[in-house]
């Protein structure tokens, strides 16, 4: 927001000047009537008082025909100003923003004690008493670590500084395959296995008379 010198021109001719505002922030550009206002002629006074009676928009009121403000002043009186000349005072702004603070503490603290009803309703947490207040896995005995490092080196002695299983002493017995000639499934039987199977089977068709199934008991 700036304040601007205007040339006050009557007949063509420069008889003066007169105040008005420039590049006004949204938050002072807001009055509603009643409210504490700044008139830019008196921009530069601190202790005068405005207060906004009614604001005329454009073609809305036949004395005002490019809008305007009417104000009364600390006096009573009522003074007139075009749309550029009247802000919200800035007091207002100070004082909307400390109350607005004051909400948010006001908020904050209606947080807090919530927080601090729903904590209270907890049950309390029960320490171990083995707890030293540290995160993590308690320290290992001093005794224990000693132990831990000697079992470690030595067995790095009995491997060699090998990783893993150790080797075993007795000796590994090994399958041997039998040539099956590339073919798969089970292997050709010898003449001799056939013969011998052949009169196996002849013995059981002369017992069975070449019937099927189990044969009549004699008994």
């Avoid at 060699?160 to 039998?178: D, F, L, M, N």
């Avoid at 296995?193 to 189990?214: D, M």
Wanted: proline share 8%; hydrophobic share 30%; net charge positive.
């Amino acid at each position: 927001m700036k304040v601007i010198e205007n040339d006050f021109i009557v007949g063509g001719c420069k008889v003066g000047i007169y105040l008005s505002y420039g590049d006004v922030e949204p938050e002072l550009a807001t009055i509603k009537p009643g409210d504490r206002v700044l008139p830019a002629p008196f921009f530069y006074e601190k202790n005068l008082w405005f207060h906004l009676i009614r604001r005329w928009e454009p073609g809305e009121n036949k004395y005002y025909p490019n809008g305007g403000f009417e104000v009364r002043d600390g006096g009573a009186g009522v003074r007139h100003y075009d749309l550029d000349q009247v802000i919200l005072h800035p007091y207002l702004i100070k004082h909307k923003k400390t109350m607005d603070k004051m909400a948010r503490r006001a908020e904050k603290e209606a947080a807090k004690r919530d927080r601090q009803l729903k904590k209270g309703s907890k049950p309390p947490k029960v320490k171990s008493p083995n707890a030293t207040g540290k995160r993590g896995r308690p320290a290992i005995d001093p005794a224990v670590k000693a132990a831990r490092e000697a079992e470690g080196v030595l067995r790095a002695q009995r491997s060699g500084g090998r990783r893993g299983r150790p080797a075993s002493g007795e000796p590994k017995i090994q399958t041997v395959k039998v040539p099956s000639g590339g073919k798969r499934g089970r292997p050709a039987l010898s003449t001799a296995q056939v013969a011998a199977a052949t009169a196996a089977k002849a013995a059981t068709r002369a017992r069975s008379g070449g019937r099927r199934g189990r044969p009549k008991s004699t008994r």
